[in-house]
Nanobody
Framework: QVQLVESGGGLVQAGGSLRLSCVAS????????MGWYRQAPGKQRELVAI???????NYRDSVKGRFTISRDDATNTVYLQMNSLKPEDTAVYYC?????????WGQGTQVTVSS
């Protein structure tokens, strides 16, 4: 099992930046995939950015060039640097890890972008 704890959300004006952190309770070398999803009110949860096998990354098209996912294996942490934020980025952001084909989710952190 793995526990995930997110932090770093908040309220920011359009064009601003935030950095989200997700700390895993175990060494992330043993995790098959780890990254970020988000869910806006009345919408389905969607992929934002994720590390997959081999250290490769996937981003949703609408955040490419603005968001960057990174990792620090020494602290079992995955980050999401979000720049040039837009009101449509407003959502609860969740960290997700997949280990032995089982998904694990964090509790979520709210990101609100004002226009």
């Amino acid at each position: 099992q793995v526990q995930l704890v997110e932090s770093g959300g908040g309220l920011v004006q359009a064009g601003g930046s935030l950095r989200l952190s997700c700390v895993a309770s175990r060494n992330i070398f043993s995790i098959n995939a780890m990254g970020w999803y988000r869910q806006a009110p009345g919408k389905q949860r969607e992929l934002v950015a994720i590390f997959i096998s081999g250290g490769n990354t996937n981003y949703r098209d609408s955040v490419k060039g603005r968001f960057t996912i990174s990792r620090d294996d020494a602290t079992n942490t995955v980050y999401l640097q979000m720049n040039s934020l837009k009101p449509e980025d407003t959502a609860v952001y969740y960290c997700k890890a997949i280990m032995a084909s089982r998904p694990y989710w964090g509790q979520g952190t709210q990101v609100t972008v004002s226009s």
